[in-house]
């Protein structure tokens, strides 16, 4: 024991309370949740909203506010958990804002009773926010005056609907919202070159096949796959005219002689090896071409005009770009999985590895630090920013950000660009694109409705009259399919017409028969996606949602659309 | 359930209804997909504040407030866990100063003052401390249970409790089970739908390193640790058992770990990964809690109200997988029962193996085999008994079969009985021999 290094620091009380969310999203995401601020405006039975802050409240944003001016009521306890009888009559954002608070004091909680109408006439009065939530139902100016504000000072939006066995909900980010670390899966995204291998590898490999079929078992069996696939692969080029396996016959056959070139009759059986150099065949024998999203990112008018105020994504994509026009492949990310072999034969080839992708980040960094001078620009990219895009450069991800709809009474729904994709997936079977439509209907029900009088709260269908709402959230429905098939240029041929209708007649006929109301589960469920999402829109981690989700709590199925 | 649970608590009377507006317009109105000889209303609502459920394991904090606010009034929670630190983070029923105690009498306390009128019933133990009787009591069970071990019990108590005679024998089991940004919901009817152990292949365990790797060829960090975990402290404090929630116990393993990584110039061992390694953490976070254990809840009430179709009914989907860390994306399916399942079928199960390997090979694979995952199997035929973990006299007798090949103990095609005591299960395998 003696001979141990000097005791270690354990982890803070804060990594500790965190252990299980920083092994997903680390310190920097945590951080990001930390310097949020969230604004949730509440309305109606008002759970989804508040069991969505429950869970960024867990994990430590850094503070929220709840605009809500109800006053807790009756039936608020039998959805809410986070009221109790104590609270009856007073304000529903302070008591839920309070007993949010308690989840951690880590948190700051705010809210605010002001009624949301003029709460919004006051100048800069969602300045402080970093992302908004809205929780359904809403009047219509109202959404469209945040949908204003997301679009002008790209604060990402939430838009949620909870409606009895029924959610949906769409974000609006900014028109260029990318990702670098998408985590994608280790095991389908490594990327180790073999039909494209630079000297120093080529040498290694050299050395640790040399005299391959003369070797002891012992050292036969330790022989890295990588080494091996490279080496039958000269081999293989050797016999056709240079080039490595073009197709799946080839490839095939080139699989069949490594598998023969293992060693039988060991005493261990199977060399481990060579099982692997086979299994990997034919993932690892396609050249590394880049996906269709990182294209994109090229093509983006962003990424191929620059200017001073351009953001550090762009330069950095510019400079990557600018090195595979060059290189024809995009920088070697450096990571090796895991492969039977010598300690001291893998840590060397790691070496080889991690070296190539230094000097292929190092390249990208001169590029940067020349746009940047170029661009006059007053901060310099941190280096670990460009490393981190070098990494994981094959797996960047730009969701372009637009506004979802905003029903206005007596308008029609505009599709745009997403008429005609949306009109053909509308009769595929299972499809919730007629949930989604039913969705839109409610809310034209709630702009052409009030509870009483012309400044009144907004009436939601089904609150007395299931039938006869139903009947009219029907017609509202119909009529929005027929615009978008109209839009579309396109029709729906019998019997799928009708089957369309009769789909969304159903949905729209269970929605109303909630009344408005909420389901605790559905909207425990739907807080859960939406959270989720909002913490991968804060941390800039994994791939958020593009740009609507539906969940169907009957058949429990969820879908995501553009729209 | 003859106990009627809802007339004597305060707010179950129609007059404290209000509270209950918005569940009622469900339970008081048909919908497009209700059954058309569903009655909605008074009995339906009796029949909800009347069923006694049960909820248990990791997911309970969601569980239990999902089920009170969904009208269910007599919950009874198991759950044998104190409260650490790291559950801060997601099962919000907790505060810091509760670290430390009992999580089911926590939650039941807190979800009782919160929900005016309902009864939670805590019991902290084991599942596995409760019999038939005990479990005869419930409508239906709702699990998020952490361990593979704990839901095979449970699965296999629940299928052999189903008397034929007795519709009131057959207990829907209901279980959540989470990942990181992934998840699953499923319902099982059992006998009648796919269970537990049918559906055993599909969370297959992760393949462990081979010990040579660990002893001689470490390559990367968690070589390093599992190394220290597993060999150095055998070696060096075997009189010690170790604690994981020790931080002395894990910073020797950490500074072990570390000291061999420098050897081999391995980067990358920390105090979290070793952490992570040696007490085999998986991430989790309240968003994929919460959706996993509020889908469960919507299922539950499905069942206990007949509001809306479920899963889990015999022809339909009963499987709903959950990832969100790209996008959103459920798959909502029917596992198919499986006729060979050791719980829920009859039929042996046909399993090639290489009659040159020895009983001891053998029984070791049946760990790693994803449909089996046995750690300690006891194995006869239908004439012999090939090897018993206990007593210790049979396991005397028997061990001498260990080094023996399979070919000197069964004939090829011959029928085999494996049990584990961990889990009520008995595997029946048809043994035929690799040409
Ligand atoms: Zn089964």
Redesign the interface.
Known sequence: MADLPPPVQGPTAKEKKYDRQLRLWGATGQRALEESHILLINSGPGVVGLETLKNLVLPGIGSFTIQDSAVVSEADLGINFFLEEDHLGGFRAQHTCNLLKELNPDVQGNFITEPIETFLDQPNALKPYSLIIVAAPTRPELLSKLSVHATSSLVPLFYIHSVGFYSHFSVHVAPAFPIVDTHPNPETTTDLRLVSPWPELIQFTAEKTNGLEAMSNDDHGHVPYVCLLLHYLEEWKKEHGGQVPQNYKEKTAFRNIVSKAARTNLPEGVEENYDEAVAAVLKSLNPPEPSSAVKEVFKAKECLVLSEDTSSFWIIAHAIQMFYTKHNVLPLPGSVPDMKARSADYIQLQNVYKSKARKDLGEVLESVRYLEKNLKRDTVIPERDVEAFCKNAAHIKLVRGRPFHVVQAGESIKWDDRAKSIAQTLTFPDSLIPLYIAFLAFDEFVATHNKDGLRGAPKVPGETDPEADSEKVTGIAFKIIDDLLKEAGTFVEEPDYSDVKTQTGEFVQELVRAGGAELHNIAALTGGLVSQEIIKVITEQYIPVDNTCIFDGVKSKSAVIRV | MAEAAGSGLPNGGESQR??????D??LN?????TDPEWQPGEAVIEGLSRAKILGAGGLGC?IL??LA??GFKDIHVIDMDTID??N???Q?LF??ADVGKYKAEVAAKFVEK???GVKITPYCGKIQDKDEDYYMQFAMIVCGLDSIEARRWINATLVGMVDDENPDSMKPLIDGGTE??KGQ?RVIFPTMTSCIECQLDMHAPRAAVPLC?LAT????PQHCIEWAHIIAWEE?RKEITLDTDD?EHI?WL???A??RAQE???PGVT??MT??VVKN???????????????C???A?KIATNT??F?GFPET?NY?MYT???????Y?FQHMKKPDCPVCGNLARPLQVNPNSTLHEFLESLAERPEAQLKKPTIRTEEKSLYYQFPPSLEEQTRPNLPKKLNELVSDGEEVAIDDPAFQVQFKYKLVFQK
């Open positions: 209000s509270r209950w507006k918005y569940l317009n469900i109105r048909r919908g497009p997909f969601e407030k999902n606010l969904s630190v790291s801060l983070n997601r919000f505060r810091h919160r929900v005016k990181g940004f919901a790797t060829i470490p390559r990367q060096e931080p910073t950490y500074q072990k570390l000291k081999f110039n391995i105090y979290s952490q992570g953490i998986i991430p989790a976070i309240a968003s994929t809690n919460a959706i996993v254990a509020a889908s809840c919507n299922e009430y809306n179709p899963l989907d709903m969100g860390d790209e996008s959103i994306y459920t909502t």
